[in-house]
């Protein structure tokens, strides 16, 4: 049954969807939007290492990207710059840095539109099968750090001072999502992973009550918007990646709109 | 367990310092903090008192000397604010769970405190005097041996102020030690065992009564001194809002 591209188109977007939930949500309590917009943006130098040294572009990526985290950190350690400057320094330093190595290849037709954008109707068995492993080390590795994590993201300082110091649990988790960036590139390109993290968490952030309902929540909204995108470019004969992206900015605006119209209902039965 | 009245040292800071960005904000400031005394720090803004609380409950660490806290002491730390993001659901019951995860003990402090009415609340919801209230009560929770309170009076009204220092004296009487950071005066003199008035170091120390009288005091906190030195008077004129037992064995 996996040999129907759209199966397996929907297999993995929604396996991205649901492994982007949890991680998409931090990334939204912790601030670090633009953290994911500069993995996005050095997976470019990571695939450029990737085809000079003729391996797998998802390692490469990952490296780069798990390289970013940890430098973001010891530039932010040692306080010289403010947090913002730090990630804008090296986002675009590795655009820089990939778009200057891509172009010393020579001979190379790079079809840089496919990384940029991903097809996530081209999802082979094998990425399938990489994409169910990472799910399993993502979910796994979180539900571990989850309490330290949680607490260091409503405030550190408080974390800190109950001795469940979050810096590790921060280390851990910009390392899965340097892994998860990676892993996604191929689906939705490195362009629209930042808004499969984001979107979801986002629009799910009014609705619910608890951090985990939260996270419930965004992975529905993730999972809704896979399928509803790639259902609307097999009926629109629209590029799939933008569609999936375009299909979770319609479910956060009609998020944005759902406590209103509860308050409204609300007073209208009081 | 614990023996109150018989004062071992449960934080032991040596030679401590810090500095931002090459700023020195703190200076060779010895400390010791003892079971069942409250010290405050008092000083002017940016005189680093914050700063050397976070240091005594690990959130920084000091760029000099040692610093000594007993063995599996229990810290609650109340800080200044709480730095939630707005996109945080979390209930105040959550928030209690995650200081202690014994749920009862969550709900009698914050019983203890009166807010029992806040437990569904959204952490993000609530008003400033509240929020102070939740964190107190979170941090009691925690059965603490050194609580530590950075500015708790803020958003406070004088009616619960006086059951801040109250409520101070109990946890003070259990046995633990207390370290209060406070702009409020009236609030140091009314449970305050033991004043450190810092300025980088600290500039003198002593009981309330002694400080409000020592010229580095006044060097210090200027006109605030001696609005201290009037309340101070007023007190022990009979005035006092606060009836606390004085304490015979106090540092």
New interface residues.
């Given amino acids: 049954m996996l040999d129907d591209f759209f199966l397996r188109a929907l297999l993995g977007g929604v396996a991205i969807a649901l492994i982007a939930a949890p991680l998409g949500c931090f990334v ?4 670090m939007a633009y953290f994911g917009d500069a993995l996005a943006h050095s997976a470019l130098l990571g695939i450029a290492l990737g085809l000079l040294l003729d391996v797998d572009t998802i390692l490469t990526v990952a490296v780069v990207g798990s390289a970013m985290a940890l430098l973001l950190l010891l530039l932010r350690r040692r ?2 710059l403010a947090n913002d400057t730090a990630l804008g320094l090296l986002s675009h330093g590795a655009l820089g840095l990939g778009l200057l190595a891509l172009s010393f290849m020579e001979g190379l037709r790079l079809d840089l539109l496919g990384y940029l954008f991903g097809d996530v109707l081209a999802v082979s068995k094998a990425q399938l099968l990489v994409i169910g492993l990472l799910g399993v080390v993502v979910v796994t590795v979180l539900a571990m750090i989850w ?1 330290p994590l ?2 260091s ?6 974390a ?4 469940r110091s979050g810096s590790f649990a921060e280390v851990v988790f910009l390392l899965l999502l340097a892994l998860v960036v990676a892993a996604a590139m191929k689906l939705v390109g490195v362009l629209l992973i930042t808004a499969l993290l984001l979107l979801p ?2 629009a799910a ?1 009014g609705l ?4 985990e ?2 996270v419930v929540l965004a992975a529905s909204l993730g999972v809704a918007s896979v399928v509803g995108g790639l259902e609307a470019s097999l009926l629109w004969d629209t590029p799939s990646g933008p569609s999936i992206v375009v299909a979770a900015l319609v479910l956060f605006v009609s998020a944005q709109s759902l406590p209103p119209l509860g308050r409204l209902v609300a007073s209208g039965t009081r | 367990m614990d023996h109150p009245g018989t004062p071992a040292a449960l934080l032991q800071g040596r030679g401590l310092s810090f500095a931002y960005e090459g700023a020195l904000v703190l200076e060779g400031i010895d400390l010791t903090l003892r079971r069942g005394e409250i010290v405050t720090l008092v000083g002017p803004n940016g005189a680093g008192k914050s700063t050397l609380a976070k240091i005594l409950v690990g959130v920084l660490r000091s760029k000099s000397g040692s610093l000594a806290v007993q063995k599996g002491a229990v810290i609650g730390y109340v800080p200044q604010r709480l730095h939630l993001d707005a996109t945080m659901p979390i209930t105040v019951r959550r928030f209690m769970a995650l200081g202690s995860p014994a749920q009862d003990r969550g709900a009698s402090a914050l019983a203890d405190l009166r807010i029992s009415h806040l437990m569904g609340k959204q952490v993000r919801e609530l008003s400033g005097g509240q929020l102070q209230r939740v964190l107190l009560a979170r941090a009691l929770s925690r059965k603490p041996d050194l609580l530590v309170l950075d500015e708790p009076g803020q958003g406070l009204d004088i009616e619960s102020q006086g059951e801040l220092s109250a409520l101070l004296a109990a946890v003070r009487d259990q046995g633990s030690a207390v370290l209060l950071i406070s702009h409020d005066l009236s609030l140091v003199l009314s449970c305050t065992d033991r004043v450190l008035c810092i300025d980088r170091n600290i500039c003198c120390s002593g009981s309330p009564d002694s400080v409000v009288h020592d010229p580095d005091y006044h060097r210090i906190l200027g006109p605030r001194a001696a609005e201290a030195l009037a309340l101070y008077r007023q007190r022990n004129g009979g005035a006092e809002v606060v009836d606390l037992p004085k304490r015979a064995d106090s540092a």
Wanted: aromatic share 4%.
């Fill in positions: 939204v309590w912790r601030r306080g010289r309490r949680l607490l993201s409503i405030d550190s300082d408080l800190a001072a109950e001795g968490a986002a952030r619910a009550r608890t951090p309902g939260m």
